[in-house]
């Protein structure tokens, strides 16, 4: 792809002309190139954006509005979903490439996907991303997260999902709530962790709980993630954990992560 940007402002500096060549960056500054031109009136010029968190196998985006049915805690949340996913023929592609359309319209060229797996699903989320992912291919780079949305333990049949996910190219493996959800945390992270270790895949792992119990659970992570030479692979959303704890237990735990 060749192309002459005209009038930009790159991260918000003076405006100046971007030539682009086979798909890359070849200069800026105001130039003249036999290639199709287009003119940016002055905007904003960034790097492409990047969501680092998203679930596209169970987007509604295209569909009908759907009211929200759910309790308030995260069980509830959970189980209402698993619920009515069949009811919108969920995992499909048609949704998840709906949204990554709407995603790369407005910036997005990096999509982290947490994906459901758990035995009713098989890997059948995993492919539905995957087919999405593939109408959009060379405009937005989709990788997953093959995630345990319904329990890894405590939901027989899910680790050994997570593992043929990872077998079959998925970049990540997740997981959620080790304690307050799947109630083994160290036999949780151990299991995802080996799989990680042996196939050389990162983790990305949800983790609600919140003060104390969190923050040992990250304390866990980092401990895992240094034994098994997986630092930079090792992601942690939403990390409640982190707050209501003592600030010199905080400063400790985020040396920990930085390490
Ligand atoms: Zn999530």
Redesign the pocket.
Known sequence: MNLLLRNVRPGGGDPTDVLVRDGRIAGFGPTEADVPVEDGGGALLLPGLVDA?C?LDKTLWGLPWVPNTSGSVLADRISNEQRRRKEFGLPSPEPAAALLDTMIANGTSFVRA?TDVDPELGLSGIEAVREAAARHRGRVTVEQVAFPQGGLLTRPGTLELLERAVASGVENVGGIDPAGYDRDPRGHLDAIFDIAARHGCGVDL?LHDEGPLGAWEIELVIERTKALGLAGKVAI?HAFGICGIPDAQQDRLLEGLAE
């Open positions: 968190h679930h947490h949800h959303g």
